[in-house]
């Protein structure tokens, strides 16, 4: 008899503090923020270029760590100085003799 006493009012408490929790708290008119004013056209406009830079500088973040490359490539070396189209058309006729080579020790099953 006891068991079914304590667990009827276990039950019962437990329905009450539903109820007093559902019902939540109740709210003075003060405890809630001021309404401010609107935005002027040129607060929002200053305000989405500020977001649209954040924006930007995160994906870029982003796309850096994707890539592998190290704090957005602020740490990377200096390119060096650019081809001659000699140099270009040398390294050209050199890659091309290799995958030439490739092909062909391909082919005869090497």
Same mark, same amino acid.
């Given at each position: 008899?006891?068991?079914?006493?304590?667990?009827? !009012?276990?039950?019962?408490? +437990?329905?009450?503090?539903?109820?007093?929790?559902?019902? !939540?708290?109740?709210?003075?008119?003060?405890?809630?923020? /001021?309404?401010?004013? $609107?935005? #002027?056209?040129?607060?929002? +406009?200053?305000?989405?270029?500020?977001?649209?830079?954040?924006?930007?500088?995160?994906?870029?973040?982003?796309?850096?760590?994707?890539? !592998?490359?190290?704090? !957005?490539?602020?740490?990377?070396? /200096? $390119?060096?100085?650019?081809? #001659?189209?000699?140099?270009?058309?040398?390294?050209?006729?050199?890659?091309?003799?290799?995958?030439?080579?490739?092909?062909?020790?391909?082919?005869?099953? +090497?």
């Amino acid at each position: 008899m006891k068991k079914v006493i304590l667990s009827v !009012g276990v039950a019962l408490v +437990q329905l009450m503090a539903v109820n007093a929790f559902a019902a !939540g708290e109740v709210e003075a008119t003060d405890s809630k923020a /001021a309404a401010s004013t $609107p935005a #002027t056209k040129a607060e929002k +406009q200053a305000a989405r270029a500020e977001r649209k830079a954040a924006g930007a500088e995160a994906a870029k973040a982003a796309k850096a760590a994707e890539n !592998g490359d190290a704090a !957005g490539g602020a740490d990377k070396a /200096a $390119p060096s100085a650019k081809a #001659t189209a000699a140099e270009k058309k040398a390294a050209r006729a050199k890659r091309k003799a290799a995958g030439a080579e490739a092909a062909k020790a391909e082919k005869n099953g +090497q």
